[in-house]
């Protein structure tokens, strides 16, 4: 990968491409050169106390989506079973069966509905926040519990951006990548947009050309 790091605080680039120099004096970002930062700015403007969430891919969201329509089907199979004649097969196979099982099929139902609703909410609990303040970054944890992680513009030194996602490189040499969001244009032209009021760095990584 090529990286092309670069400040967004020139007006007037001298060279397109132009790559970052040894001295102090303030040089042009790859916004500036691509003539994009008076877009980004005029799309975002982070005000006092905004916040722009960016939600789950749909591959992250599906299978919840999946096991609450399960969840409701077996819900509505229920619900006609004890509604229907006491002569049908779905009668005899739910209400008459629930007296030789530990768990009746009515307290099943509301438990994997619940189940269910709760997996999708904690699936939209995923993404990424962008504010004024920081980067709020929302995961899950291997047994499914969600993990909250905020960083301050002060702890943040760089933001890398490539075809696969973002990282943010922080005041301590660490890294820490972004969670996958479904709109990562939005998110990549918030972040720029911000880190440009913010006088932060941004490097692009590109493929080298095969």
Known sequence: MNAVTEPNDQKEPELPGMVETADDTERPS????????????????????????????????????????????????????????????????????????QVGAQPLAWFLSFCAIGTVLRAHLRGVIVSQDGVELRTMLPMGLPKVRKLMWAQIDRIVLDEQGVMLELWNGEYERLPAVKDHDGLTRTLEATAALRKKTITRLSKIAS
């Not at 691509?34 to 980004?40: E, K, L, Q």
């Not at 700015?41 to 399960?70: D, N």
Request: aromatic letters at 12%.
């Open 30 to 101: 790859i916004t500036d050169v691509h003539g994009t930062v008076a877009r980004f700015e005029m799309a975002y403007s982070p005000k006092v106390g905004e916040r722009r969430a960016f939600g789950p891919p749909l591959r992250h969201t599906v299978p919840s989506y999946i096991f609450l329509v399960a969840a409701l089907a077996f819900a509505a199979v229920v619900a006609i079973a004890y509604a229907g004649s006491s002569n049908s097969p779905l009668f005899v196979w739910v209400v008459e069966g629930d007296r030789h099982r």
